[in-house]
């Protein structure tokens, strides 16, 4: 399973998160819907019985009012459910077993290594890509006159992932960056499939 399948797995399962996130979502929003038709019907009854322009006021201030707060949790809701989505993709990332992960971890290396002599900087309790992997990654790199890359001594802030430095260049390749790119990528798709109902 190379790198693109395995974020495109990530992808897929966030994508079956979202859908069920979401029905769940449309379901409390035609429970406040029912809830707010109530509330209007009432604010309705309450302002007949007023008379004059006071009580038209009244009653648009207060119909602006419940429509404003519906819009407001509606929008926090939202916010919760892209977020929800990202955690649960992060964290089938950190849960993926030894070889899964060490599999994807080369492929990136692979992949980011712009002249094969970089260091490899791990997070503070990375302990799945070691040396025996740079190794292996050398020696996949190896054929194309790229083959020297080493592990860093020095210990990133970091978690899941690497940074590759070579002199004062970077390439960050840590799990909020990945997240970060996949959450592009899905940010304008989610959006349709999650608010289409708005």
Known sequence: MNAEQVIEKILSQAREEAEKINAEAKEKLAHQQEELAQKLEEYRNQTERLAGQAAEEKRLRLLAGARLELRKENLATKGRLLDEVFTSA?????????????????????????????????????????????????????????????????????????????????????????????????????????????
């Open 90 to 198: 992060g964290r089938k990332l950190t849960e993926m077993g030894d070889d899964e992960y060490r599999e994807l971890m080369s492929k990136l290396i692979t992949k980011a290594a712009q002249t094969g002599d970089e260091e490899i900087i791990v997070g503070r309790n990375e302990n799945r890509i070691n040396a025996e992997l740079v190794k292996q990654v050398n020696n996949q790199l190896d054929s194309g006159n790229k083959g020297s890359l080493k592990l860093s001594e020095n210990k990133g802030n970091f978690d899941i992932g690497f940074v590759l430095r070579r002199g004062k260049v970077k390439v960050n390749v840590t799990l909020p960056v990945l997240l970060a790119q996949a959450r592009e990528k899905l940010e304008i798709e989610l959006a349709k499939e999650l608010f289409a109902s708005s």
